[in-house]
């Protein structure tokens, strides 16, 4: 057992007590532990290294790791089973797959298999989906691009939170017979800085899919297995999509594991030939049992839930914290436990995640640079060590004020 003593804000001292490198923090080879505020990119939903789902998969590497592809798993049977249940009525076919950019990439291609007439996908700028060349096509970061030459032909991209933007996208693509068949979008944009829309915006885009007949992909990679404090970020805003793309948690942080979900009409497509869309280790027997397991711990422990309360514990912990460094910190937002802070630049976001790390929190920057850094713990965070961090924050942002020169 390691205890720590660490100064609040006031100057009062408050003492943080550890167990063996728990489920929400990492052990370096000195001994030292951090608490995961990065949660992994957002994997660790349900911890790191649950018994339960750790259990689920060596019981299944015992029986069966993997698993010829000619033969019906029910392992693979059940996780779509489960999955139906889980998500949003009317997403009843599943592919399973094992990362996020490959859910994309096969919600993408079954989008544009779906109506060959309507062969536009509209996605979002500042969007992250994988870095394979569909997702990649869709993202919308230069940087990431530029070394790879031409993008997938028909992948137009639009203002994220802005409605007018979408209607006239879509608008002018019908005018010169390009169709948009699919718009593709994360509910909260996660790598692109945890951008949270105005509740109107997701009903106004399902509104906008249905009036021209365009099918509504959410890629809820970074959002679903209860991050925002509901079992899928949809939820928030009463959204079915068409298709949904899963990854990242979905595997319980022990397993990588994907899945796109969606409508039984836009799966038909491959039901005359299963092998248009095929992966070999996509839906393997310890990829579902982990899955599944996940599944079972996300809703024995109520898990969203958790994230919901937590979220708003730490939300309010952070804002207190940053209260009066307008000068570091331009906004704190989130929703659940996806949390971000702005910083006023990369060098100073940089230098407040290096000051977290030395009072034993790890946290990071989103794909783009540390201007953003990113507070995604595992859904499993106590309460003493919620409040911990937003302690170390709040010295750590005190250490920085008037210490930074902005710019650098
Ligand atoms: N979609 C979203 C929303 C993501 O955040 C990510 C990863 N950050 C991906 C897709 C790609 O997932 P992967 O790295 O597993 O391919």
């Not at 349900?46 to 698993?67: E, F, S």
């Not at 990431?144 to 939170?161: D, K």
């Not at 799966?267 to 899955?291: E, I, Q």
């Amino acid at each position: 057992m390691e205890y720590r003593k660490a100064t609040s804000v006031d100057g009062a001292e408050a003492v943080v007590e550890w167990a063996d490198a728990g489920p929400n923090s990492y052990r370096d080879v000195t001994g030292r532990e951090y608490i995961d505020c990065l949660g992994g990119f957002g994997i660790f939903n349900v911890g790191h290294r649950h018994p339960k789902v750790v259990k689920a998969v060596m019981n299944q590497l015992r029986r069966q790791p993997l698993h010829s592809q000619d033969l019906l798993d029910p392992l693979r049977a059940m996780l779509a089973k489960a999955l139906t249940m889980l998500t949003p009525s009317g997403l009843d076919y599943a592919f399973f797959c094992n990362s996020g950019t490959e859910a994309v990439e096969g919600a993408l291609k079954l989008a544009r298999a779906y109506d060959g007439s309507k062969q536009t996908i509209v996605a979002a700028t500042k969007g992250f989906h994988g870095k394979s060349y569909g997702s990649l096509s869709a993202s919308a970061k230069a940087e990431f691009r530029r070394p790879f030459g031409p993008m997938l032909p028909n992948i137009e991209h639009v203002p994220f939170n802005d409605l007018p933007a979408l209607a006239d996208m879509m608008t002018s693509c019908k005018a010169v017979g390009e169709d948009v068949g699919a718009v593709l979008l994360e509910p909260i944009q996660g790598e692109g800085g945890v951008n949270i829309p105005s509740d109107a915006y997701l009903p106004g885009v399902r509104r906008l899919c249905d009036e021209f007949g365009s099918l509504l992909i959410l890629d809820e990679v970074q959002t679903g297995m209860g991050r925002t404090g509901k079992m899928f970020c949809c939820e928030h805003y009463d959204v079915a999509p068409d298709l949904m793309c899963l990854a990242k948690a979905f595997g319980g942080g022990v397993m990588p594991a994907g899945a796109v979900v969606g409508r039984r009409d836009i799966f038909a497509r491959l039901f005359d030939n299963p092998f248009l869309h095929t992966s070999t280790f996509g839906g393997n027997p310890l990829a579902c049992a982990a899955a599944l397991a996940t599944i079972n711990v996300l809703i024995e422990e109520r898990l969203p839930e958790r994230a919901a309360k937590m979220g708003e514990r730490m939300l309010a912990g952070i804002r207190r914290g940053a209260a009066g460094h307008r000068d570091l910190v331009v906004d704190v937002r989130g929703k659940g436990l996806l949390i971000a802070l702005e910083f006023c630049d990369n060098t100073t976001g940089f230098e407040f995640g290096k000051r977290m790390l030395d009072r034993g929190v790890l946290v990071s920057g989103t794909l783009v640079n540390a201007r953003t850094i990113r507070v995604e713990p595992p859904l499993t965070i106590e309460e003493g060590q919620a409040d911990y961090v937003c302690q170390a924050l709040a010295e750590s942002l005190n250490s920085m004020s008037g210490r930074i020169t902005t710019g650098v």
